[in-house]
């Protein structure tokens, strides 16, 4: 062999694994190995949705789209009537200033539009959801958003949303923005914390001092607020001030000493509000006198669509309304089990199932939510799926034990997701005086209010996860020890 000549190595046999002993050389491409598993989620949710769901042809948008052109035509905003219906425009103000745009097209067009933002929106929250979960397994993350997708689509709280043309994952995707900046910022502390305790050179400060007066600063600190978090609570501000159902979540950052957002969406809901008012003085004083307590303009309580609490208690009295004291009791107590659970997840260091919690709790307590309010149910799934793969990946020891472990929080996902695709309330659908809630039985009483149940169960026994989101240090308490201020922070040993 000459000087400069490369010599030869025999090619591996067939078979045999490369250099370095891997074998990925020989198999073929993730995207090419998960497509037929992507294919089977869409399969399954272009069955599920014809089989378990309804003929959808955009309602709600429909009488969105109408209210909107009869306002943009110098009508008064809550005295529009669908045609052939008894139902008007019930959002506030704020929400009606969001829709206004809709008057300037067709309403199919506004239906597939909001489809389309709609599902991309849903798609963000399940990459919030998945991506980390998704890098702790080692799944690759397109494959993983491409199953979860239609797997979600063909729930019923989805599927209801984009048919009916709701809002509803609008909203989902805005308090699940705040839920990545409060990650941000526990990032953001985390870093500090480090910083602080390390010594900087003398040439290090310099070239730091350097950079923050550089030609990019203004780019630079845009980049530095947006990736602080210090804006967390303006996705929950907003969506308060188009529906007051999250309304909860600030209630919830109050109780859980989390300030910061609380007071940024306290900020954004009251400025929202107040700029609706500048702009539509005469819409915004009938809705906060008038509108807002007419909890009928949207429906009878018992209506089966209706998984309330309220709903629940109506159909068990087989009236159209809600024993009052009785239903300002038992909401009373759900709402504290409720946010006292969230707010223990907090602590222990699962912001995500804090956010849950306080989101099936609203969807409980409310008078009316129709059963496309029950988004929240998809990170309870994802929860309990969590949880399952946890305990299994800590598990060991000899025997059934490893194999076993975590099947109890499996279970539970699975047949939460069951039920949320099944929904077996459509089979028993009763509407008074035409017929009784108890013209089916038993059977048909659990069936007709099975999502009610399956989330006030939810409420009170899903579990969180020590330690997997945790909560920014930033809103934890200081102790002092010798003299140095050290930030607790943390999930709390058990």
């Not at 695709?421 to 035409?434: G, K």
Request: proline share 7%; with cysteine.
């Amino acid at each position: 062999m000459t000087v400069g000549q490369v010599p030869r190595t025999a090619a591996p046999a067939a078979g045999t694994p490369a250099a370095g002993g891997d074998e990925r050389g020989s198999r073929p491409p993730w995207w090419r190995r998960s497509s037929w598993v992507v294919a089977a989620a869409i399969g399954f949710a272009a069955v599920a949705i014809p089989m378990f769901g309804r003929r959808y042809v955009f309602f709600d948008m429909r009488i969105y789209h109408g209210a909107m052109e009869w306002w943009a035509g110098g009508g008064t905003l809550y005295e529009f009537i669908a045609p052939n219906t008894t139902l008007g425009f019930t959002y506030p103000p704020f929400g009606a200033l969001v829709m206004l745009p809709m008057a300037t097209m067709p309403a199919v067009v506004a239906g597939w539009l909001n489809t389309v933002v709609s599902v991309v929106a849903l798609a963000l929250v399940l990459a919030v959801l998945l991506l980390p979960i998704a890098d702790r397994c080692g799944w690759p993350r397109w494959p993983t958003l491409g199953v979860a997708l239609p797997l979600a689509i063909a729930m019923e709280p989805t599927r209801e949303t984009l048919g009916f043309g709701q809002v509803n994952l609008l909203l989902f995707g805005l308090v699940v923005a705040d839920l990545v900046g409060l990650r941000w910022a526990a990032r953001r502390e985390a870093a500090r914390t480090t910083d602080r305790s390390r010594r900087w050179s003398r040439p290090e400060l310099l070239a730091a001092a350097a950079g923050s007066v550089s030609a990019g600063w203004a780019r630079d600190a845009l980049r530095r607020l947006w990736h602080s978090g210090a804006w967390a609570g303006v996705g929950i501000g907003l969506a308060t001030a188009v529906k007051l159902t999250p309304g909860l979540f600030i209630l919830y950052l109050l109780v859980s000493r989390q300030r910061r957002p609380a007071l940024v969406a306290i900020a954004t809901a009251i400025g929202a509000s107040l700029a609706t008012w500048v702009l539509a003085p005469r819409e915004s004083t009938t809705y906060f006198t008038s509108v807002l307590w007419q909890t009928d303009r949207v429906g009878a309580a018992d209506f089966t669509p209706n998984q309330s609490l309220a709903g629940l208690l109506a159909r068990l009295y087989d009236s159209t309304e809600t024993p009052g004291l009785l239903w300002l009791s038992f909401a009373a107590l759900c709402c504290a089990l409720g946010l006292s659970r969230a707010v223990a997840a907090h602590k222990d260091g699962d912001e995500l199932a804090a956010f849950t919690l306080v989101g099936l709790t609203a969807t409980v307590i409310s008078p009316i939510s129709w059963t496309h309010h029950l988004v929240f149910v998809i990170p309870a799934v994802v929860i309990l799926g969590d949880a399952a793969l946890r305990r299994h990946a800590a598990s060991s020891g000899p025997g059934l034990a490893p194999t076993l472990a975590g099947l109890r929080h499996g279970t539970a996902a699975v047949a939460v997701y069951a039920l949320f695709v099944v929904s077996p309330l459509w089979w028993v659908y009763h509407r008074l005086p035409e017929g009784s809630h108890y013209d089916s039985g038993l059977p048909g009483m659990l069936a007709e209010n099975s999502l009610a149940l399956g989330v006030i169960l939810l409420v009170a026994l899903m579990p969180w996860r020590p330690g997997a989101e945790p909560a920014p240090a930033l809103f934890t308490p200081i102790r002092r020890d010798h003299g140095l201020r050290h930030r607790v922070a943390g999930p709390r040993r058990p």
